[in-house]
């Protein structure tokens, strides 16, 4: 295999770049045959990766003042944000010198450049934000997360080729079973746009096997294997799921406080609450990847600490090897589900 | 204090009468001096009733062979179902004979029935399900819960306002904080709905202190008193955290199985697990509530146990005793709104 380069937008994110020059020593010790390419400030980073040891070899450094802030509006990122540190990194995947980018950065303004640098894949209108979903079995891919705040019916069929075209690679599913996130699961459930895509999905040859709505509690129940939906329902839901985590952690942690008794009771049942602490742990689960792109970029959560910003890279690292974007455009050129799809649109929208 | 009357339909929910009886057996030992109309199939509910001592002093029984399914579309619940168990217990609303009706069935059906019997208060479009979101602090109102799959700007200003009267009775708070759900917290954040009715809200003299867009981690974390949001994204977010909070409690219950010694630790720490388990256990926190009609109408789960459904009935005893409707009535004529919100929307939708 050639050697695999990631760019790194070391300037994005609610720490910046300490946070990221240390998730990046992080992953260094577990991926040793990648080099990266770090954007951002060299005044700010040469002394951060110099405090690593041998961390040097391994990263180069572009350097740019210019950085994109939480503020900036995408249209601001697109029209300015270009020689940013988050502009660059994606556009070193568009001109062949990373296989994939990481940034933790401001999702409207990664999206919007990784849109307008990239390009849409042909059949694709929008790209999608995806993730893997921990349950208590194998793990759910769901889409989108909030690339698009609106998805009409052609956009949601083309989030679920896609989200089963990403668990083909990375669950390594044939055929992967494919759920539409609704209100209930009986098909004269909910509103016009998911019950039109819900008819198309039945009645369409495609590379899935659709098994209908999903309500809300079957995301961490994991009943099917790619969930799709609209990016606002579907940032909604997963930052309710965190948010849901958040408290049940915190009021387990109060248990556990509770007096001496208890504090000895969570000593003894510490090595059975690992499983749960990691799951618990936003940090064990980051790195979501905008699908639909010719070319690859993974958004790591803006309050990612160095460990979870290493788990970004190591879902940009799997996503780069199993060459996602062309097995993507393979299944939409294999299935030829455009132009079948465009005609079954005729009258739907 | 007059003497209350609870409407129940004894018919709906996943278990049937048998747990409506148990369920109501439980609240009247909590609830002493309210009766119960129970409206369902005579030769089911007198064995049942029988097997309580007492309870038949407190229960009038009140036949009707027809139910409600799971499968009933409203349309039909509406044409075919106002003699169900379902339609006669709001119709005891509708002509005073109860204050409140407490339904276990289909939500949808429930919804419409609610509707044409009772009808909307004046200057309100459509209802709203809301109920109460338990966080580490104060309770926070949630709605609209799956009333309306859509919901326009006006619907949404409509929501908050309800939402704000309902944190007054049930909180006791005199101007509540109100936040509208979405993607981000900034201004230019989410879809043309949700932009133009924080626009409405931030300009507009209302009787609540609107703190603008919150994500979906302000759910649990209860950052407001009341949380709007339309019927279809409110639906999905109360099951992901329903979902999610599953998934935790089996992952805890594997934790403290792993062997001998966690088990003991499970036993040490049990005592300050309380909260914890019932914060976890949706029986706790069942029972939502229509708003916005002429009458009360209040929706238990439809898989609730005995003990959640005695939940929901106290949810009813609470509503009615502080006369809610007439509240959010008050509220609605009192401020005006809707005269001022109309010449507002002129253009905006």
Request: proline share 3%; aromatic share 4%.
């Amino acid at each position: 295999m050639s050697q695999l380069t990631i760019a790194l937008d070391a300037m994005g994110g609610d720490s910046g770049a300490e946070m990221v020059v240390e998730g990046t020593a992080i992953a260094t010790k577990r991926i040793t045959d990648a080099n990266f390419l770090v954007f951002g400030d060299q005044g700010v980073l040469d002394p951060l990766i110099a405090a690593h040891g041998g961390l040097s070899d391994r990263v180069e450094i572009r350097h740019t003042d210019l950085e994109i802030t939480a503020e900036d509006k995408p249209s601001n990122a697109v029209r300015r944000g270009q020689k940013s540190s988050m502009g660059l990194a994606v556009a070193a995947v568009r001109d062949g010198e990373a296989q994939v980018a990481v940034s933790a950065g401001n999702t409207g303004a990664l999206m919007a450049l990784s849109k307008v640098l990239l390009r849409t894949l042909p059949g694709i209108d929008r790209p999608a934000l995806a993730t893997l979903i921990p349950t208590r079995g194998r793990d759910t891919v769901m889409l989108d997360l909030g690339a698009n705040v609106e998805a009409g019916v052609e956009n949601l069929v083309q989030f679920a080729v896609m989200g089963a075209a990403f668990a083909r690679t990375v669950l390594g599913l044939e055929r992967p079973t494919v759920g539409l996130l609704n209100v209930g699961v009986e098909e004269l459930k909910g509103h016009g746009t998911v019950k039109a895509t819900g008819q198309l999905l039945r009645d369409t040859t495609l590379p899935l096997e659709f098994s209908g709505f999903i309500e809300g509690d079957g995301i961490s129940a994991g009943v099917v294997d790619v969930l799709v939906t609209d990016g606002f329902t579907g940032n909604i839901a997963i930052k309710t799921a965190e948010g849901t985590a958040k408290l049940i952690s915190a009021m387990l942690a109060d248990a556990f406080q509770a007096g001496f008794i208890s504090r000895i009771g969570y000593f003894l049942a510490n090595p059975g609450l690992n499983a749960l602490r990691s799951h618990l742990d936003p940090n064990s689960h980051n790195g979501a990847v905008f699908l639909g792109l010719n070319g690859l970029v993974v958004k790591s959560h803006g309050n990612a600490n160095p460990k979870g910003f290493a788990t970004a890279i190591g879902v940009a690292e799997r996503m780069a090897r199993a060459n996602l974007c062309r097995l993507i455009s393979d299944d939409l050129t294999n299935f030829g589900h455009h132009d079948q799809l465009e005609q079954k649109m005729v009258g739907v929208e």
